[in-house]
């Protein structure tokens, strides 16, 4: 069971880190300005509740448990730039194309399309994010910390081709390792020592 949670201390952190980052973004993406960005939180009490999502309008909804956890400006803001890449890459437009593509095809089989797609997805807004958070002057080496944080989610894989068909989301692991990949970190090592150098504190 979810409902809208009432901490206010939770949406002072999560407006703080906001609009820190968003402040601090260069004039380039001042079209984001544009969307009608809202933050709601939500809580619950399982295990699935650690969980984020972003719906194309601009609308973000996260769990206290969640934020809980990435407790740190840093964490948050690595949560934020992610569901804000997937608002810039456009997947939710893409992702209705694919679904009405294989209702056309209807055939099982492209299930596995869908769910490829849904990885990409993931892999792209983890890599849009964290050339986000560097551009905003968060430093990129503590992302590839908050995915290995969320391992402890990652299921013992039994029955990788199940799993496969079940699971959207590549593994945190698999996340971490691809954010912290040397050319990837090189790139939002760039954007971040020039946000810094914007501020004139490094
Ligand atoms: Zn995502």
């Keep these: 069971m979810r409902s809208i949670s009432e901490d206010i201390s939770q949406y002072g952190f999560v407006r703080r880190v906001w609009l820190c980052m968003t402040r601090k973004l260069p004039p380039s993406l001042s079209h984001l300005d544009e969307l009608n960005w809202e933050i709601l939180i939500v809580t619950g009490d399982d295990v699935t509740d650690y969980f984020a999502i972003v719906c194309s309008g601009g609308k973000i909804i996260a769990s206290t448990a969640l934020i809980e956890l990435h407790s740190s400006d840093v964490e948050l803001a690595t949560m934020l730039a992610h569901e804000v890449a997937h608002i810039m890459a456009r997947h939710g437009v893409e992702m209705c194309t694919k679904v009405e593509l294989i209702s056309m095809i209807d ?80 790139e939002a090592l760039i954007l971040y020592k020039d946000a810094r150098g914007r501020r004139g504190v490094e």
């Design 107 to 186: 055939c099982v089989l492209n299930l596995f399309v869908l769910i490829d797609f849904y990885e990409t997805c993931e892999f792209e807004a983890d890599y849009i994010g964290l050339l986000l958070m560097a551009a905003a002057g968060y430093d990129p080496r503590q992302a590839p910390k908050f995915y290995e944080k969320m391992t402890m989610f990652d299921e013992p894989v039994k029955f990788p081709l199940l799993a496969r068909f079940l699971d959207s989301h590549p593994s945190s692991k698999e996340r971490a390792k691809a954010v912290a990949r040397p050319e990837i970190m090189q």
